[in-house]
């Protein structure tokens, strides 16, 4: 078939026109429907209603509850909501009104964003980071070095996933029952369920029987119901293995219940920092398509202390910046691995271990003067080491192999190398100017050739 010049000019007009329909229209559409809605003021009188019914009704402390509304009643009255008109920021400026009372931090306000409420096919699906996207919040399992677990959990995760994460728990459990201490991470965990707090617990105790782990108060019919262990979970129980917990001032709701009933029921010893203090149960009310209430409505009471840490945080056992409790867990684990061994490992090879778990010299980490006068180039045979500073973190890199490793401060102008069983000390002159890089665990010894 011949096609002549008008012919193909057409063609080639059709088919970009094709192209342009199948690629661009849809994403224009989705773009359209992407399209961020302004607050209208009919919007913004339902969302102010709404929080006035839903607080009054179910808050925790209803003087409290009643507190909050009149300030946003009177805000909204001396409209200094009326011009903000981005969803998002209403949500954060409501959320901040909705804390300013008492500061209890499950007072919050959502907003939902096209994108996460979209039910097209041209829009991405969602996934939910606290179930199935995320292994159900448990996102480590490992055996260190000296023969201690580690797990890190992430988020306590829905309770419609309970079912399905209890075989996944028994799994961990199981991966880490011949261990000699266990260390739990909860650092920046922000909650979640807690019936699935109990069911972890459930593993660190041997009894028949339930143990009874905290009771909670609903306001709005006044109705109590608790939670306990489970004593009949999946697989190995781990009641007499040492378990340490690690915490920070982001380990928040349900994952400070987690350090909090482990506390006081004498099993673990809680390291890092003062928790947030999210210590009230919460419920979770829409009131569109677009914005959804947080409503603290719920008392904790443990079972112990007929208390929560509500305002007041999990006060570790152990008090040290988040940043460092691994390091003091770990090395309290191996300490503890060395003193329960039975003599079928030498001791040697646990001081071994923790002479290279860095607890960090905050004095040298924070003189940045004393750590500019390490920055240089050392040499030493066929050995070259750059020592450069960067946001007052000190880095070393071989110049012949390229990468750089972050050296950790440990005192007296020593550092750990990196993650490597390796670590460095300078040597200075009477003048305090350094002159020597030598290596602790190795027989190094470099001359610093220049300050660059």
């Known amino acids: 078939m011949n096609i002549n010049l008008k012919d193909k000019t057409i063609l080639k007009l059709q088919t970009l026109l094709v192209i342009f329909t199948l690629y661009f229209a849809p994403k224009a559409a989705y773009a359209q429907q992407n399209t961020i809605k302004p607050v209208t003021a009919k919007e913004l009188n339902t969302i102010i209603d709404s929080i006035d019914v839903i607080v009054k009704r179910y808050h925790v402390t209803p003087k409290i509850g009643n507190q909050i509304v009149d300030r946003i009643r009177t805000k909204h009255k001396n409209g200094h909501y009326a011009n903000i008109v981005n969803p998002q920021t209403l949500a954060d400026s409501l959320k901040s009104d909705l804390r300013a009372i008492d500061g209890d931090l499950h007072m919050s306000m959502t907003y939902r964003s096209p994108r996460e409420i979209s039910t097209t096919d041209t829009a991405p699906i ?220 030498h001791p040697s090879n646990y001081d071994h271990l923790i002479s290279f778990v860095s607890i960090p010299d905050n004095n040298a980490t924070a003189n940045t003067k004393a750590h500019s006068k390490y920055v240089g180039t050392y040499k030493g045979g066929s050995i070259q080491i750059a020592i450069t500073q960067d946001n007052n973190i000190l880095y070393g890199q071989m110049r012949s192999k390229g990468g750089k490793m972050e050296l950790t401060p440990m005192g007296n102008h020593t550092f750990k190398v990196g993650d490597l069983k390796e670590r460095i000390q300078f040597v200075f002159d009477k003048d305090q100017n350094v002159i020597k890089l030598m290596g602790v665990d190795s027989p190094m010894e470099l001359t610093k050739v220049s300050n660059d």
Not at 136 to 158: A, P, R, W
Not at 212 to 221: E, G, K, P, Q, V
Not at 228 to 242: A, I, R
């Open 126 to 345: 969602q996934v939910n980071e606290t179930g199935l996207w995320s292994n159900y919040g448990l996102s480590e399992i490992k055996v260190l070095e000296g023969n201690i677990g580690y797990l890190k959990i992430k988020h306590f995760t829905q309770h419609k996933y309970l079912e399905a994460i209890k075989p996944i728990i028994t799994s961990a459990i199981e991966s880490l029952k011949n261990t000699d201490a266990l260390i739990v991470d909860v650092r920046n965990n922000g909650g979640g369920f807690e019936e699935m707090v109990a069911y972890y617990i459930s593993y660190f105790f041997d009894s028949e029987s339930p143990i009874h782990l905290s009771d909670y108060r609903c306001t709005l019919h006044d109705h109590t119901y608790g939670i306990s262990t489970d004593p009949n979970v999946l697989g190995t129980k781990l009641p007499d293995t040492k378990l340490y917990v690690l915490v920070n001032a982001n380990t928040a709701s349900a994952a400070e219940s987690f350090a909090y009933m482990l506390k006081h029921l004498g099993r673990a010893t809680i390291i890092g920092e003062i928790t947030a203090g999210a210590g009230n149960g919460a419920s979770q009310h829409s009131i569109n398509d677009r914005f959804a209430i947080l409503v603290s409505s719920e008392e904790t009471i443990n079972a112990i202390t007929k208390t929560s840490f509500e305002k007041v945080g999990v006060i570790p056992h152990i008090k040290t910046t988040g940043k460092q409790a691994f390091s003091k867990g770990y090395l309290l684990a191996l300490e503890h691995a060395k003193g329960k061994n039975a003599g079928s490992i």
